[in-house]
């Protein structure tokens, strides 16, 4: 079956360190790849997508992710965390005739 | 500009009670989508339609129902029959399925509706 999979749940970091949140799917065909974020009590923002070309993919606010076929792998980077990046993020794969899937979302949390 | 508008926003209902939230959109999009979300859950298919008067369950389709008799108009009820109805709900569109990658095919997201059944 195809799925999502955000292995963290909850995820903490200190402003200005490093950041990595993993996405994994299971996709028979091409899949088509999003990060998206959502605050607290609002709907959902692109941060940025993969359909095909070069596999590291520059988002906004200074995300970027990369695609690893082998690893079946779209994860979500960040050199240097903002206290305003606290937020939930989404990773979702659209595919083929089957409609846009999501993760289950992971929660990050800043800390000064 | 062309979007997509839900309404309400936010929705107060007794329990037993249907109520249908309304997701309207002005692209022109053949496919259209409807999500729900929970805390820790994600964001769960409900139901899809790729061209009018026809429509598909998603992953949670028990205790809800859809219509599709405008392109422009998907509207979900949420039946006494969902046995958790309060949730957050948001609906969706691209310009058509099967998905190609091209680049007029964007999702576009609605503000979301917060259905509380009390």
């Known amino acids: 079956a195809q799925s999502v999979t955000q292995p963290d749940i909850h995820i903490t970091v200190s402003e200005g360190a490093s950041l990595e949140l993993r996405c994994n799917y299971s996709?028979?065909?091409?899949?088509?790849l999003f990060w998206y974020v959502q605050s607290p009590g609002q709907g959902l923002q692109l941060l940025l997508k993969?359909?095909?070309?070069?596999?590291l993919v520059q988002g906004i606010k200074g995300f970027e992710a990369e695609f690893k076929r082998s690893q079946s792998s779209f994860n979500l980077r960040k050199p240097s965390v903002h206290w305003s990046d606290a937020a939930e993020y989404f990773c979702?794969?659209?595919?083929?005739?089957?409609?846009?899937?999501f993760g289950k979302g992971t929660r990050l949390s800043v800390i000064a | 500009d062309g979007g997509i508008t839900q309404s309400p926003k936010y929705l107060f209902r007794k329990e037993g009670q249907n109520v249908t939230l309304s997701c309207e959109q002005n692209?022109?999009?053949?496919?259209m989508y409807w999500y729900r979300q929970d805390p820790g859950q994600g964001l769960r298919l409900i139901y899809y339609?790729?061209?009018?008067?026809?429509?598909q369950k998603g992953d949670i389709a028990e205790g809800y129902s859809v219509s599709r008799e405008k392109k422009e108009s998907f509207p979900l009820t949420v039946t006494s029959a969902q046995k958790n109805p309060t949730a957050f709900y948001l609906c969706?569109?691209?310009?058509?399925?099967?998905?190609?990658?091209?680049?007029?095919?964007?999702?576009?997201f609605g503000e979301g509706s917060w259905l509380t059944v009390v």
């Open positions: 969706a569109s691209t310009l058509r399925l099967p998905w190609t990658g091209l680049g007029e095919n964007t999702i576009y």
């Open positions: 996709y028979g065909a091409t899949p088509y």
């Open positions: 993969y359909f095909s070309g070069d596999t």
């Open positions: 979702a794969v659209i595919s083929g005739n089957t409609p846009l899937v």
């Open positions: 692209l022109n999009h053949d496919a």
């Open positions: 339609s790729q061209i009018v008067n026809d429509f």
